[in-house]
T-cell receptor, first 115, second 110 residues
């Protein structure tokens, strides 16, 4: 158990819909990262927040948005969903905002299926 | 954008065999991490290598960082079924934009 929690574990929805994925980081960690993992693209970095502020942005679509709240939990919002958005979405956390130089602890993921 | 190529993509071996998987970059790594992802779980950090030529050992796992810092290898001795998983390498590029390889999916059969 990494200490990072993600809800829900599974999510099935239809094209065009909007969903929210939730992540609670390890106690004391200030950074939260979101990743998308699919068979063809592998693990793709989406976005990082550090203590409530956006720190880095990767291959995140404009239809996707995220935020980190004062209690440090984070939400990833996916809207106008398409079939190709079906994937595993991981949240990770680390102590500070140093990216690769820190150990990232990954949650168990949310499996999203868009029908 | 830095590209990370991992090989082989798939590897299926018998318990007790040795194996090596590779991670190669189109440019120099500032540092590199290896993660293992077991089925149904998130990735777990195995090691961070920073210095060219560096070798780190973690029980039966040996990690090597190339002298030119453009490649890395992971060698497993006497593989066990518990080693089964997806092995990912990653490098943090500029501005903390993390890049992962697609991984090597290792299956160790009893």
């Amino acid at each position: 158990d990494s200490g990072v929690t993600q809800t829900p574990k599974h999510l099935i929805t239809a094209t065009g819909q909007r969903v929210t994925l939730r992540c609670s980081p390890r106690s004391g960690d200030l950074s939260v990262y979101w990743y998308q993992q699919s068979l063809d693209q592998g693990l793709q970095f989406l976005i990082q927040y550090y203590n409530g502020e956006e720190r880095a942005k990767g291959n995140i679509l404009e239809r996707f948005s995220a935020q980190q709240f004062p209690d440090l939990h984070s939400e990833l919002n996916l809207s106008s969903l398409e079939l190709g958005d079906s994937a595993l979405y991981f949240c990770a956390s680390s102590e500070g905002g140093q990216g690769l130089w820190e150990t990232q602890y990954f949650g168990p993921g949310t499996r999203l299926l868009v029908l | 954008t830095q590209l990370l190529e991992q090989s082989p993509q798939f590897l299926s071996i018998q318990e007790g065999e040795n194996l090596t998987v590779y991670c190669n970059s189109s440019s120099v790594f500032s540092s590199l991490q290896w993660y293992r992802q077991e089925p149904g779980e998130g990735p777990v950090l195995l090691v961070t290598v920073v210095t060219g030529g560096e070798v780190k050992k973690l029980k039966r796992l040996t990690f090597q960082f190339g002298d030119a810092r453009k490649d890395s290898s992971l060698h497993i001795t006497a593989a066990q079924p518990g080693d089964t998983g997806l092995y990912l390498c990653t490098e943090g590029g500029s501005n903390y934009k993390l890049t992962f390889g697609k991984g090597t999916l290792l299956t160790v059969n009893p």
